[in-house]
Every structure is written in structure tokens, then in C-alpha cells.
């Protein structure tokens, strides 16, 4: 565990201290295209992330290499030499697009490519384990296609919820996190060595996310663009498959005893790999449909973008930006955890269920109440952002306020005096969909969320 804490702490480190250079660097290279119909942010804002997320992937193996315990893996498998390759592909398309835009198909291509090739150095599905059947061999053939589908669907998810600031990127670690604790419970529990790969991978993929995020987290200094979204879902795809299709389910047989019902509660994680794929990206993928089923129903090309996904629908239903992505979180958490959770105690699964129940309930009630802001105890107010704590007006700072009141009323008299007159002739324009900002307001926004791209 401390080398895989360690390979985390590196690569968040150097993802961290790259980022502020690379932001340099997208600024003089011209990344930074101009605010489209569907952006939420106000200010042009530096892509290229994904060059730092890179070089972090890249010393995070590096470094595992070195380790003690994690170098058998480069050793005994071929996978992380595969996931290398296939990142450094699919990472490049990214900063092509992120500099010049190319087209959706080709970056299609590019992400099947780049599955096409981890398939050629080993990491493939190869077999299925079926509920009620047993383990599945697949032919070499549908293996690849399994293999490409789930690459191509996974980063596709990841690319699409990428629209708020920290959005994809806590969504991805919280994942990773998830991915994490069952891949270790495999690897450390069972005793699977062939587990280890995915291990590292979610490891590698959490100092990724951790280390890019301090820059990213609302207000954005810079994003990371396709090439940081396509590469962590190159990564998370990586791990899933890696997992199902790598280990062998009759080595969990063997390290088990006692009666079938023992057996069968034991041989839970050999079939939680058929869902943890699609429950670690169950939001992104729900989104993912969503997005397809809406712009065909439209006649719109499914690879032509909206405001229609379901973090600019929170935005519209009131919630504040932050609290948007907070509530993502939320979700995705509760589902990659909760069937983490299931797969460990699966004796009382019923006692998770209704964890998960109960939280999806509060889940519930707070995406209902956009405008509801929680207070806190007064003793606990020094620890929380100030936006949480409660107000505590002084007899000066009314008279003061009063006093600010009334001049501005004067002022926006004599204002008015001036429009009546002819002066002025100005109409006042309303704000945008989220107010004004300090660099002034955002009227020319104002039908952002009925507009929609081209690209």
C-alpha cells in the first residue's frame, strides 16, 4: 500500500507543478479558443491540461518501476508498457484538437486506434465470468471488439461531462478511488498478482486527477481539454479491463473453502467486474445516452454539441455552479462506492442497499432545493468557506449599509432623470443566466441556454 501511496503522491506532484507552465504555454501557443454558445465560463480560458496529466502518467510509472514490489509488474506483464502506448496516441489526437479543432470522426478513429493498439500488446479482454453459466472464452476477435467498445465508450462518457470546472476530473478520481479499493481487495486479499496492473492504473489515475484539480476547481485557470478528458478515460477504461478480463475467475476458486454458500458469497468480486465498468461511469454514461437520444430525436448529428447535458441542466434549475458539481460528485460516489461496498459485504448486502437508499434520498432532496444554502453551528464557522457561515450585522455596518442604499437610489434617480431626458437614451440590459461578474455583466449571454454549436 505505501508504494502504491507513494506512485499517487509523485504523480499528483509533478501533474501539479506542471500545470502552472503548461498554462504558460497553451496561453503564448494560442489554446485558448474563443467562448462558445454552450461554455460556461465567461473568460477565454487556456486548454492543454492533458500535456501535464501526461508527463504525471508518465512519472508515475516511471517510478513504479523503481519500487521494490511494483516493479514484478512491469515484469510479469506487458500492460502498462500497452496503457503507455495507447495514452501517448490518444494524447496527442487530444492536443491536436485542443489547438486546432479537428473533426468528431477523426477522433473517433483516433480513440479506436489507440484501443487497437493496448489490444496488440496484450491488455484485451479474454475471457467473460457469466452469472449461472461460468467463465466465457472469447475468440481473438471478440475480444478486440469488446475491448475497443469499452475503450471508446468510456472515454466518449468522460469527454461529454467535461463542461464545469473540476467536473470530469473529480468525477474521474472519485472513480479511480472506487476502482482502487476493489482492484486492491483482488490483488492484496486474494493474493491475485494479475490484479496489480489495475491497481497501479487506478493509483496512477487518482495522483492524475488530484494533482490537476487545485488548478481546475471553479474558477478554472485552465482546462484540460480533450487531451486530459480522452487520456484519464483511456486510463479508467485501462484498469476496467484489465481487471475483467485479465484474472482468471478459477483463481479465486482456489483460494476458497467451505460450503457453496460460503463459495458463492466469496465468488461475488469475480462477477462484479461484469458491472464496476459501467457503475464507475455510470453518470457520464447516463449522460453519454442522454446526448445521443437527444440530438437524433432532434435530427441533430450525434456528435454535434449542446447545453442540453445534465450539469447546464442543474445550472438552469437554479443551483450555483459549484454546488452543481458537488452534486455530481455526490452521485457518482454513491454508485461506484455502493457496489464497492456490495462486493466486500456482500453477507449483508441488504444493510448496503439501504445505505444507499437513504442516501439517495438525501441525494434527492438537495438537487430539489437549489437555493438552499446550509448553516452551521457557530463554534464550527472557522472551518468552513464563508459562503457557510452565518451573517452578524453590527448597529455601524447597518447605518452603513442604509446610507450605501440610499445613494445608490439617488444615483439611479438622477439616472433615470437623464434616460427621460433624452441624455442617456440607454435601455438597461438584464444579466445572463448566472448574473454579472466582476469583469462586468453577462448580457450577451442571455440565450446561451436555448443556443447550440455547430462543432
Known amino acids: 500500500m505505501r508504494e502504491y501511496l507513494l506512485t499517487l503522491c509523485i504523480t499528483a506532484a509533478v501533474t501539479y507543478l506542471l500545470t502552472g507552465p503548461v498554462r504558460k504555454f497553451a496561453i503564448v501557443a494560442g489554446a485558448m479558443p ?3 454558445a454552450r461554455d460556461v465560463h465567461r473568460e477565454p480560458t487556456p486548454r492543454l491540461g492533458g500535456i501535464a496529466m501526461f508527463f504525471g502518467l508518465c512519472a508515475g510509472l516511471l517510478v513504479a518501476d523503481h519500487l521494490t514490489n511494483l516493479d514484478q509488474v512491469f515484469e510479469s506483464s506487458n500492460e502498462p508498457r500497452a496503457l503507455l502506448s495507447g495514452a501517448a496516441l490518444i494524447w ?11 473533426d468528431a470522426l477523426i477522433k473517433l478513429g483516433g480513440q479506436m486506434i489507440a484501443a487497437g493498439v493496448m489490444v496488440m500488446q496484450g491488455l484485451t479482454i479474454l475471457w467473460l ?9 472469447l475468440t481473438q476477435w471478440q475480444g478486440t471488439l469488446l475491448t475497443v467498445a469499452l475503450v471508446v465508450i468510456t472515454i466518449n462518457a468522460v469527454n461529454f461531462v467535461d463542461g464545469l470546472d473540476g467536473l470530469a476530473a473529480g468525477m474521474v478520481c472519485i472513480a479511480a478511488a472506487a476502482f482502487f479499493l476493489y482492484a486492491y481487495r483482488i490483488w492484496y486479499g486474494y493474493g491475485i498478482e494479475s490484479a496489480a496492473p489495475a491497481t497501479l492504473f487506478a493509483a496512477i489515475l487518482m495522483g492524475m486527477c488530484l494533482g490537476f484539480l487545485p488548478h481546475n476547481m471553479h474558477p478554472a485557470r485552465i482546462f484540460m481539454g480533450d487531451s486530459g478528458s480522452m487520456l484519464i478515460g483511456l486510463v479508467l477504461a485501462a484498469g476496467a479491463i484489465s481487471i475483467t478480463g485479465q484474472v482468471d475467475p478459477d483463481a479465486l476458486k482456489l483460494n476458497l473453502g467451505g460450503s457453496t454458500r460460503d463459495a458463492t458469497h466469496a465468488m461475488l468480486p469475480v462477477f462484479i467486474p461484469l458491472v464496476m465498468p459501467l457503475t464507475i461511469i455510470a453518470i457520464p454514461f447516463a449522460d453519454l445516452v442522454l446526448a445521443i437520444v437527444r440530438r437524433t430525436w432532434n435530427g441533430q448529428s450525434p456528435f454535434a454539441a449542446d447545453r442540453g447535458h445534465l450539469h447546464h441542466r442543474l445550472l438552469e434549475i437554479g443551483h450555483s455552479h459549484s454546488r452543481a458539481v458537488l452534486i455530481m460528485y455526490f452521485w457518482s ?3 461506484a462506492f455502493g457496489a464497492v461496498a456490495y462486493s466486500v459485504h456482500s453477507a449483508s448486502g441488504m444493510w448496503v442497499m439501504l445505505s444507499v437508499v437513504a442516501l439517495s434520498f ?4 438537495l438537487l430539489l432545493l437549489p437555493r438552499f444554502t446550509p448553516h452551521i453551528p457557530r463554534w464550527a464557522e472557522r472551518l468552513v468557506p464563508p459562503r457557510y457561515r452565518r451573517r452578524r450585522a453590527t448597529a455601524e455596518e447597518a447605518l452603513a449599509t442604509s446610507a450605501e ?4 437610489a439617488d444615483m439611479s434617480e438622477e439616472k433615470g432623470e437623464e434616460g427621460e431626458s433624452g441624455e442617456g437614451g440607454r435601455t438597461p440590459i438584464p444579466a445572463g443566466v448566472n448574473g454579472a461578474t466582476a469583469i462586468g455583466a453577462r448580457s450577451r449571454f442571455s440565450d446561451r441556454r436555448k443556443a447550440g454549436s455547430s462543432r
Open 129 to 137: 465470468p457469466i452469472p449461472g453459466v461460468g467463465t466465457v472464452s
Open 92 to 102: 496527442l489526437i487530444g492536443v491536436l484538437d485542443d489547438k486546432f479543432e479537428i
Open 362 to 365: 438525501v441525494g434527492l432532496v
Open 333 to 335: 460516489a454513491l454508485i
Open 34 to 36: 474563443e467562448i462558445r
Open 405 to 408: 442604499d440610499a445613494s445608490t
